[in-house]
Structure formats: C-alpha cells, structure tokens
C-alpha cells in the first residue's frame, strides 16, 4: 500500500500520473499533440494583407468571435483557420440524421462496426462542409481586400488547403483519442480557445480605468464557472431493481439487485449553444457578403441587429433570441438522444423495473416526465451561460472583453472529462486521484 504524502492531494494526484510510465506516455503525447497544433495554426496561407485583415477583425465582431474558437487561426488566415468545426457540423448532422434515415438507423444498432461506417460518412460529409466554409470565408476577405490577390487558381489552391487544414486537425484529434488522454476532438477545440485568453487577459489590462466594473466581470466570470461544474455533474438518480436467479444447495432461489439510472440535468452538453449559436449567426455572416460600405442598406441591417456586440436596445432583439433558442434546443436535443437510448425498452429486455412503476407504456412515461423536469433546470442553466457576456458587460460597462459564454462551457467541459480519465487510471492502480 502507498504511503500518504503531506503535498496537496491535487499536486500528489499530479506526480502520480505522471510517475505512472503508461500514463506518461499518454500525456506526453497529448501535449505533443497540441504543440504541433499551434504550429499548424501559425502557417499562412497566400495572398494575405495583414494590416488590412487586423482592420478587418477589429471592427466585425462577429470574425472576432469566431476567430476566438480558432486560437487566432482565423485572424493569421493558416491552413488551420476553421479548426475542427466542419467536422462538429458534420457529426450533428449525423446525430440528426440516424434516427430518421432508417439504413442509418440499421447501421447504428450494428455494434462497433456500425458506428465506424457512420464515422467514416461523418468525415466523407465534413470534406464538402469545410470546403463551403473555406470559400465563404474566402470571399469575405477579398471583399474587404484583406487577400489581395485573387484568381480561380488561387482560389481552388486556398479552399484544398483550408479543406487539408481541417482534416489533418481531425486526425490530430483521433491520435489523441487512440494514444492520449481525453476526446481528441475536444481536446483540439479547448486548445484553440486556450490559446486565445492570453488576448482577453491583455484586454482586460484595457480596462483598468474602470476597475470596480473589471472586478465584477471578473466576479461574474468565477460565479459561472461554478455553476457550469455544478450542472454539468448535477443528475437525477432513478432507482432501479433487476431480480436474478441464484442456485443454492441444488435449488434456485429469486435475488433483488438494487441500482441506479443517473439521469443528467444536462444531458444535452454545449450542442444546443452550438444549434443556437449557429443559427444566430448565419444571417449577419450570410448579409456581410452584400454590405456595400457606400450604400447602406438591408444588409447593414440584418448585420447590425444579427451582432452580439451591437448597443441597446437592439442588442436585446440578438439576446433574448439566443435565449429562447437555447431553452428550445436543449429540449430538442436531448429529447432525440433519450429516444435514442431507449431506457424503458432496455431495462425491460434486461429484466429491471422501477419499484412502484409497471413496465412497459407506465415506466416510459414516468422517465420521460423525470427528464422533463429536470431539463427545465438545465435549459434555462444553458441559456443563462448563453447571456452571460452580455448580463456581464451591461451591469459592469467592461466592454474591451469579448468573452464566449460556449467556450467557458467547453474549457470547463473538457477539463472535467479528462481529469475523470486521469481519475479512473490513477483507481485502477490503487493511487488516490483528483476528485474526492
């Protein structure tokens, strides 16, 4: 038995991992992994004009936003501009797309083999998807000549490598997933968003002059990260009972087994404020091709009231929208996934039930009413973290951060994910572990 340490039980659970050859090996790779990431994301690709793309991102925030997620990939135009976010595209139009095509539907219930053939359709589908966005991308720059040069040559040649650029992310991703620690796909999307925050920190060093106002932004930032730990472990626990037989001096007696279905306040994850995010921001992308800074029009329009970062009382108009969609697709979501698990079907075919509950219609209906109630708690979690930059600029008037209430849900995310692996190799060899 290993002796007690008197070092922090977080920084002993530290030195245990990485004492541990295996495991070093694995976080070893994942750092490696990383590393050549933010290399990838530092090769330009032709035809850039920096000053006029700083210009450019300075003052459409909604570039600036989406190029936080790509850990100022966007903002250089490399090969790695839009991450691995073609392929999330493409993997939840896959989720959308199982239960209502039925040789799909087939292919799911085929064990792994089935979810790797669907995986492959995913990464054929994220091929046409990132080359769509790398062309819209594309002809946002020339527009406002941030790429100078231009030509159907150059054209193909910066769209097949924007395509390459996301692809070989992807594969980034999976090594880590295979020989790593941690979802790879995640863990190369929290590296993007990482690596923007040394930006917001030096933002916020713009904001001295009102410093009672940083502290609450500040204060406001920490309360949400609580929360989003809180509700992210939060679930509801179902008991259950499954009866087995068990033999005894040659006869056969009946067992009661006692357990439980931990069902999650939010079971949905971060992919409703991806749905929401997404749909709020595909007017003012789409209106931003038809601006003419000459001639304001409908376009200015739409891109003004389809803007995160315009002033009340429009600014509500975006806001309350993204609320609403947010509550509407976490219900959505996770309605899909619990019709996917097929909860009441499974504990029937395994022999379990709900004390007090018939099985069959009754305990369906008592699951579906559970998962209700508690997704209220969650969706309404979810479109308060939706809000929050907005809630956090408005009462404390700091306007210099642009902080992501989806990435402060993903960092979070991603951290508690892999220290739960770490936790679990670190049990597995009788070591204590992160969590308590």
């Known amino acids: 038995m290993r002796q007690k340490s008197s070092r922090p039980r977080l920084l002993q659970a530290m030195i245990d991992a990485f004492s541990l050859p295996d495991l070093r090996k694995r976080i070893l790779i994942t750092v490696g992994i990383l590393v050549i990431f933010r290399f990838v994301s530092h090769v330009p690709l032709p035809g850039l004009e920096a000053d006029k793309l700083k210009d450019l991102f300075e003052s459409n925030a909604l570039l600036g936003m989406l190029d936080l997620f790509s850990g100022g ?143 609450v932004y500040i204060a406001i930032v920490l309360v949400t990260v609580v929360l989003i730990v809180i509700f992210t472990e939060a679930h509801r626990r179902v008991p259950v009972q499954y009866a087995r037989s068990v033999f005894r001096g040659g006869r056969m007696y009946r067992q009661a087994g006692t357990t439980h279905i931990p069902l999650r306040v939010n079971s949905a994850g971060m992919i409703p404020l991806i749905f929401a995010m997404s749909i709020m921001l595909f007017p003012g992308i789409v209106a931003s091709y038809f601006v003419q800074p000459d001639a304001p029009g409908f376009a200015d329009t739409i891109v003004r009231w389809f803007n995160p970062n315009t002033d009340l ?79 956090a600029r408005t009462v404390t008037n700091v306007q210099q951060i642009q902080l992501s209430s989806l990435g402060m849900l993903i960092v979070v995310g991603v951290i508690l994910d892999t220290m739960k692996q770490l936790e679990a190799q670190l049990v597995m060899r009788r070591y204590e572990g992160f969590i308590k």
Do not use: C
């Open 73 to 215: 990939a966007m903002k250089q135009f490399s090969v790695a501009s839009m991450g691995v976010y073609p392929y999330i595209t493409a993997s939840i139009i896959m989720i959308l797309l199982v239960p209502v095509i039925p040789k799909l539907q087939a292919l799911s219930q085929e064990g792994e083999a089935g979810k790797n053939k669907i995986n492959l359709i995913t990464h054929w589908l994220t091929v046409p998807l990132a080359g769509l966005s790398g062309y819209g991308q594309l002809i946002i720059l020339q527009r406002s000549e941030a790429v100078g040069a231009s030509g159907p040559l150059l054209t193909v040649t910066i769209v097949i490598s924007l395509i390459a650029g996301t692809m070989f992310l992807v594969w980034l991703g999976e090594l880590i997933t295979e020989y790593g620690i941690g979802n790879g796909i995640s863990i190369i999307i929290f590296g993007g968003i990482v690596a923007g925050y040394p930006s917001l920190i030096q933002e916020g060093f713009l904001a001295k002059e009102n410093i009672v106002g940083l502290f």
């Open 313 to 391: 009382p429009i600014g509500l108009f975006y806001w309350g929208l993204y609320f609403i969609l947010s509550v509407a697709f976490t219900f959505f979501y996770t309605i899909i996934t619990y019709q996917q698990q097929d909860l009441p079907g499974t504990l029937q075919r395994q022999g379990g039930f709900i004390p007090g509950i018939r099985p069959g219609k009754n305990t369906a209906s008592y699951i579906s009413g559970v998962i209700n109630r508690i997704t209220w708690a969650g969706a309404l979690f979810l479109a308060f973290v939706a809000v929050m930059p907005f809630l």
